[in-house]
């Protein structure tokens, strides 16, 4: 697909630079554990001091640094950041086609490991700049780009050191991250891409039932930790959290939703658990779009007895639960709907919380929205932007928390592979992005930089 508006021998030569520099990235391991960083920070301060530009490379441990630099402008103006973090999560190299660290070219696609997650913006971004340097850095107010460390375990937390620690080099007014861009074909030819504004907190827990010792000869009629705990995973994964609109746009559910009485059902806080379900039934990927953002969700993931003897009760056993709380939820808020998912459960149960991260959001009418939008209606002319709340996170999280007046968005779009095509390639096998989406997000950044900066 043409990118409109755009010299073809421009597209094709940001083409070829975009994917050698993130064939090369790709072949840096930086496999989160352990993460080894360092080796794409440097890598990244050698590409940009041959540009003529010096960054820094900072963040602790030695092994596991983020690299900043920043471009300014030839006028005042604002500060706009550009991010995406240098780790990648493990690959099986046995299942892959290609193996996951070799950045091979093939069939119009880059293959390896953080090719869409997330180094294509790493290579993407630089060659944005490297043009914008080329054009005499003729926008205002200041660029930074930002490559932190650890985004995918939040061991050492890249993002979150850097705000803490360094605010100096990374605060500015507006951010762009990944984590959005994504498009859905919509039957009247339009294309649905997501902005994500903000994004769902976690709330991460452990329910841990105590039960009764005892011969295991004799069963036990209650207080078997191993049974209340099959209880308490049965409860919550069946709990269904009263429906909150507050974080549904309706934009949204019109645009995905054909049907204008599910659509009317599925916007009334009273009947929208039931619209979920039978849109379901209708349309399973649309409604694994829209469940996550109807509340907190519980999904319990890891399960744990004290017990060592088979012929023995323990005394406890332990759920440990993925919880996601919508932008506003506190904890408090969390244990009411846990309380009341567990309510019914006959067993001597307390809980734990593993460290919750609140949700937040930056405002969807902003100067960034408004440039994206004219960017995205000049290069993708049927692309409908819809901001959103992203149902994971991202570390857009730790900038909104430490700097409370920037804006800061997940959006690097794609032009040829839908949401259907990549959205399983994200820590999966296979995973790769085609040769003219690494160079459309290139081309978008080069372009939002020059309107939003103007
Ligand atoms: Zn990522």
Known sequence: MDIAGIDPALVARVERETS??????????????????????????????????????????????SFVVTVPGTRPGPRLALMAHEDVVPAAADQWQEPPLSGIV???????????????????????????????????????????????????????????????????????????????????????YDLMVGEKGTAQFRVIVSGDGGHASVPLRRGNAVVGAADVIRALH???????????????????????????????ERSARAALAELDEIDHDVADLLVPLYGA?????????SGEAV????????????????????????TAEIEAALAGVDARWRLEYLGTIEGNASPPDTPLRRAIDAVMARLAPNARVVPLHCAGFTDSNWFRAAFPDVVAYNFAPFLVDDVQATAPRFHNVDERIAVRDLAFQSLFAYELVKELLA
């Open 297 to 305: 969700t519980f999904s319990p993931t890891i399960v744990h007895s």
């Open 106 to 192: 093939k069939d119009g696609y880059v293959w390896g490991r953080g090719a869409v997650d997330v180094k294509n913006l790493l290579a993407a971004f630089a060659v944005a700049v490297r043009r914008l340097l080329e054009d005499g850095r003729d926008f205002a107010g200041e660029l930074v780009f930002v490559a932190e460390a650890d985004e995918e375990e939040g061991a050492v937390g890249g993002a979150r050191w850097l705000t803490t620690q360094r605010p100096d080099l990374v605060r500015c007014d507006y951010l762009l991250n990944e984590g959005g861009g994504e498009f859905l074909a919509l039957p009247g030819g339009e294309r649905l």
């Open 238 to 268: 069946d709990y269904e959290p009263k429906a909150s609109l507050e974080t549904v746009p309706a934009e949204y559910v019109e645009l995905l939703v054909g049907d204008p009485a599910l659509r009317a059902r599925l916007l009334d």
């Open 20 to 65: 050698e520099l993130l064939a090369a990235l790709i072949r840096i391991d930086t496999t989160n554990p352990p993460g080894n960083e360092t080796a794409v920070a440097t890598f990244l301060d050698d590409y940009f001091r041959g540009l003529g530009l010096r960054g820094e490379i900072v963040g602790e441990p030695a092994d596991r640094r």
């Open 311 to 334: 012929n023995v009760f323990p005394d406890s056993a332990v759920v440990t639960v993925d919880c996601r709380l919508p932008v506003g939820w506190t904890e408090e808020r969390v």
